[in-house]
């Protein structure tokens, strides 16, 4: 345990130092924004996806290290996946976050670290905001989500 929280502390300093795949994207396809009012965090996310497969990922915004470390580690891990692969990464990171157990499954590979988040329960949101703005631009339904 006290590797994965030093591990934790590590990665969402350096992603929220330095995040990956922040800027504006043109040509985008799908687009969505997040907001967790909870914490005030905000993000905009823009994909370009052809052919079902996620070419890239960006996303802009301010909100705390946790919410920003989230989204870079997210847009990392997403780039160059298919889409159905991201509707199952959604699918195990969101149960990851809100079950009790901290067996993760291995298919999460580094995003697994966002797991030291449920030691601050509040903090939740913050980690799972990127994801909800992914699965609105997925289905371009609803192109703002909250978290509330
Ligand atoms: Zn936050």
Redesign the pocket.
Known sequence: MADLRELYQEVIIDHNKHPRNFAKLDNFTHESEGY?PL???KIKLYLIIQNNMIKNINFEGS??A??TASASLMTEFLMGKSVAEAEKAFKLFHDFMISDELKVDNELGKLKVLGGVKEYPM?IK?ATLAWHALEAALHQDNQSVSTE
Do not use: L, V
Request: hydrophobic share 10%; charged share 20%; glycine share 20%.
């Open positions: 967790n914490c005030g965090d909100g705390c946790i919410s903090r913050c």
